[in-house]
């Protein structure tokens, strides 16, 4: 099938005050056309700076993306104008995040807020746009439409806001969606709604998804693909069966048995042991940036770094424990 994404090389740093550091370094993905791709990793792992970048969202006086390229539907992103992007951005490339506020202007009305993104994009009629904004709302399961859409964003529950965001989001049928641990803040059964709302609608329109998290029955539930994130690297990649059934990467191991179960305490669940090393110690590495906590590792993890092999059906991964040479 055809990319609507295609990520490649990709090195996203900030400035830092004695020399620039990697939040995201050399990293290579894509997403299909109507797939969901999952992207997990432990908070500090890149995943947010990934889709900051593909969104041109990282501030310049911060950061920025210095090296690799990300094509969106075949398109150069980061070489387009700023007026070129934002004809994408909004229409056939939007994003949600974890906290749908940041992202709602609160002196504007939610109907209104949607009526302006339909607008800039669509060549509609107000009462069009308005009537469409009501049936979106209704889309994504906020109860009396109509007199939801006079409210304000605080007028609303944390829950109904994210529903508003996503109503935003897809409002002109995108190409994909990019969305942020878009249930983290909010309660388990909210979470689980959200969730199969999401479901519903990347069903109905065929829309790539990439749903970054680090909840694994979330991933279970909703991806065709996994990517796994490190310390700014990718480390793992394969459909979402063989991500779970036969995990290769030490670091993606560590991941699964630390998933809670319905029969284990709290207190007795796994952690990997350590922290993903920061901005400074990841700077003075040389080899695998998981060596520190890794019980496999061997001399030739602190020299080298691994580069992403083949393990066949779909599967990739960055360790020495499968090289062959
Ligand atoms: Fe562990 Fe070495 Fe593999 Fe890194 S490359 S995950 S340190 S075995
Ligand atoms: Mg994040």
């Known amino acids: 099938s055809k990319e609507i994404l295609r990520v490649n090389n990709l090195v996203t740093e900030f400035w830092g005050e004695d020399h620039p550091t990697k939040a995201v370094d050399e990293v290579s993905f894509h997403v299909n056309e109507g797939e969901v791709l999952g992207i997990v990793g ?47 951005v909004g229409k056939d490339l939007t994003m949600i995040f974890q906290e749908p506020l940041s992202s709602l202007n609160p002196l504007l009305t939610c109907g209104y807020q ?4 339909i607008r800039y994009h669509e060549k509609i009629g107000k009462k069009e746009a308005w009537a469409k904004a009501e049936q979106l709302l209704e889309m994504v399961g906020i109860p009396l439409p109509e007199k939801r859409v006079k409210e304000y964003p605080h007028q609303l529950s944390g829950g109904m806001r994210q529903r508003v ?20 803040a909010l309660d388990v059964t909210i979470q689980a709604q959200i969730l199969d709302i999401l479901k519903k609608l990347q069903r109905e329109r065929n829309m790539a998804v990439m749903f970054i998290t680090h909840d694994m029955g979330v991933i279970a539930d909703i991806s065709d693909r996994v990517i796994v994130m490190y310390a700014g ?10 991500f779970f059934r036969n995990p290769l990467h030490p670091y993606t191991k560590g991941l699964l048995k630390a998933i809670p179960r ?6 007795r669940l796994y952690m990997i042991e350590g922290t993903v090393p920061g901005p400074e110690e990841q700077y003075k590495m040389k080899g695998c940036k998981f060596c520190d906590r890794c019980e496999y ?10 580069g992403m092999k083949d393990m066949g059906d779909g599967q990739k ?6 090289a062959k040479d």
């Open 42 to 88: 432990e908070s500090g792992c890149g995943k947010s700076v990934t889709s900051m970048s593909v969104m041109r969202l990282i501030p310049e006086q911060a950061g920025g993306v210095t090296g690799g390229e990300i094509l969106f539907d075949g398109k150069d992103i980061l070489s387009m104008g700023k007026k070129e992007f934002s004809k994408i």
């Open 114 to 117: 949607i009526v302006e993104s």
């Open 165 to 184: 965001m996503i109503a935003m989001a897809i409002a002109c049928n995108p190409k994909l969606l990019i969305a942020d641990e878009p249930t983290t």
């Open 233 to 242: 690297n990718v480390v793992e990649e394969a459909p979402v069966r063989q």
């Open 262 to 267: 319905p029969d284990t305490k709290k207190e």
């Open 297 to 306: 590792a061997l001399p030739r993890c602190r020299e080298e770094r691994p």
């Open 317 to 322: 991964t960055a360790c020495w424990l499968y």
